[in-house]
């Protein structure tokens, strides 16, 4: 995610969708802490379907078997600069594709 060095000063910033779609998801979430208030808060939702046509392997946050999952990839990453709020939970994750067709995780 090659946001502007100048995208800064947010009291709120969410990720819907996105970690798992990045070319470089450690890039943008090392980044994060420039750029949300101190106290400010980050929310990630993700069905965490990582593919190799999005974000190289070696460069996935977890998701690899026998490995991290993506949920402590993401506390490794983000673990120095912010506190988890809420534990982790599952939700329904809902793509319409066409006006018959969704995609579920």
């Known amino acids: 995610c090659n946001l502007p060095e100048d995208m800064t000063g947010y009291d709120l910033i969410c990720g819907f969708n996105l970690i798992d779609r990045l070319p470089d998801p450690t890039k943008f979430l090392e980044s994060l802490s420039s750029r949300v208030h101190p106290g400010g808060l980050v929310v990630l939702s993700s069905p965490y379907t990582w593919l190799d046509s999005f974000t190289p392997r070696d460069r996935w946050v977890g998701g690899q078997r026998g490995g991290r999952t993506t949920c402590e990839g993401l506390r490794e990453v983000l673990g120095p600069d912010f506190d988890e709020v809420l534990e982790p939970r599952d939700v ?9 067709n969704y995609q579920k995780t």
Do not use: G, Q
């Not at 329904?92 to 018959?100: A, G, L, N, T």
């Open 92 to 100: 329904w994750f809902v793509i319409k594709e066409s006006p018959r």
